[in-house]
């Protein structure tokens, strides 16, 4: 069984930074993918970055610049560095993994973005 456990979600003002960590646990042998979603009150889901086992990223065109998705091998940790937080950036933000072939989802942390 795998676990994925995410951590770092707040209350940030505009224009503020935060850092998202996902760890996965349990029986891994392999994770290709590791990417973020996001999904704000109202809305549908959405992919915000995700990045491959080799490194390559794509980000969401709204994010592109102010977020960077990261990866540790070694913890299995993928990691989402936001910086300039925006109004209505409220969204709980969702880690999904590829874990020895099959897609994860964690729990979910709350970013809440107010002044």
């Known amino acids: 069984q795998v676990r994925l456990v995410e951590s770092g979600g707040d209350l940030v003002q505009p224009g503020g930074s935060l850092r998202l960590s996902c760890a996965a646990s349990g029986s891994i042998f392999s994770i290709y993918a590791m990417g973020w979603y996001r999904q704000a009150p109202g809305k549908q889901r959405e992919l915000v970055a995700i990045i491959t086992s080799g490194g390559s990223t794509k980000y969401a065109d709204s994010v592109k610049g102010r977020f960077t998705i990261s990866r540790d091998n070694a913890k299995n940790t993928v990691y989402l560095q936001m910086n300039s937080l925006k109004p209505g950036g409220t969204a709980i933000f969702y880690c999904?993994?590829?874990?020895?072939?099959?897609?994860?989802w964690g729990p979910g942390t709350q970013v809440t973005v107010s002044s």
């Open positions: 999904h993994l590829k874990v020895n072939g099959s897609w994860y």
